[in-house]
């Protein structure tokens, strides 16, 4: 069981709009402290994707956007490419286990 | 650029230790710290340990305290992450990554891939 919170799957036609939520609680997201998103593609090593809530790392298209929110965050990924579907974490810090991840979200392109 | 490359995979009877190395390059090594992350098969990323290349301070996964030790080389800007007393659930691929602000890992090496099998 992970400490975050995510759905396991979602999906979308190519074109869509997705999004990806991401719930903590009071010792990590609800305690002020940032959500990081990574996407690993399958078969290969997670890439950081969105850091500090809503920032994106040179490189990301801006399809990829963040925000948070209280307890939660929230990875929305808008025109839908066949190549964006891969599995996508989030990451915090939690005031009492350090790091802590989701559980992963498998995104499929219809 | 910055770059960090494992070392090869690995097979290890249950009871051994493992040692996975983790070369940095592209960027000044004792400026980040290195995460370890561990990824079993078919299932999510688990966070391991943390470790300042600067002074070598680590804050390791409480599910892991005893088991796990992180050490850096610097003057070969190398990261090395040790597993003992191995278990099968241990088998998993391993993920080195740089560390900015203890916060984010920017960057992450290409993951060993430790299979624990009697």
């Known amino acids: 069981q992970s400490v975050l919170t995510q759905p396991p799957s979602v999906s979308g036609a190519p074109g869509q709009r997705v999004t990806i939520s991401c719930t903590g609680s009071?010792?990590?997201?609800?305690?002020?402290?940032?959500v990081h998103w990574y996407q690993q593609l399958p078969g290969t090593a997670p890439k950081l994707l969105i850091y500090?809530?809503?920032n994106r790392p040179s490189g990301v298209p801006d399809r990829f956007s963040g925000s948070k929110s209280g307890t939660s965050a929230s990875l929305a990924i808008t025109g839908l490419q066949a190549e964006d579907e891969a599995d996508y974490y989030c990451?915090?810090?939690?005031?009492?286990?350090?790091?802590?991840f989701g559980g992963g979200t498998k995104l499929t392109v219809l | 650029q910055v770059q960090l490359v494992q070392s090869g995979a690995e097979v290890k009877k249950p009871g051994a230790s493992v040692k996975v190395s983790c070369k940095a390059s592209g960027y000044t090594f004792t400026s980040y710290g290195i995460s370890w992350v561990r990824q079993a098969p078919g299932q999510g990323l688990e966070w391991m340990g943390w470790?300042?290349?600067?002074?070598?301070?680590?804050n390791y996964a409480q599910k892991l305290q005893g088991r796990v030790t992180m050490t850096t080389d610097t003057s070969t800007s190398t990261a090395y992450m040790e597993l003992r007393s191995l278990r099968s659930d241990d088998t998993a691929v391993y993920y080195c990554?740089?560390?900015?602000?203890?916060?984010?890992?920017?960057?992450w090496g290409q993951g060993t891939l430790v299979t624990v099998s009697s």
């Open positions: 470790i300042s290349a600067y002074n070598g301070n680590t």
């Open positions: 990451q915090s810090y939690d005031s009492s286990l350090f790091w802590v």
């Open positions: 009071s010792s990590n997201i609800g305690a002020g402290y940032d």
């Open positions: 500090g809530n809503s």
């Open positions: 990554a740089r560390v900015y602000q203890s916060a984010v890992a920017t960057h």
